[in-house]
């Protein structure tokens, strides 16, 4: 029996868990979203949602870059 809260199949088709990942990477909310997005995508019925949602993060990820580089060349 699949266990739907713990253990979904779309995170059960590699090696290891989708945050079992995330977490051994230690990445942030941003990045741990864009690898649960992307790990799971091809496994669910609507692969292209979890595609945008994946982008979404990164666009967000490239914002917040964008403004750190701003931050240091303007001397904050």
Partial sequence: ???NIYSPNHYQQGELETWDAIIGL???YLEGNVV???SR???KEDPLGDLYKAKAYV???I???I????DVVSGK
């Fill in 26 to 28: 230690d990445l942030g």
């Fill in 59 to 61: 666009e967000k990820l």
């Fill in 36 to 38: 649960k997005y992307l």
């Fill in 1 to 3: 029996m699949t266990d």
């Fill in 63 to 65: 914002e917040l870059q």
């Fill in 41 to 43: 995508y091809k496994h």
């Fill in 67 to 70: 403004a750190e580089i701003a």
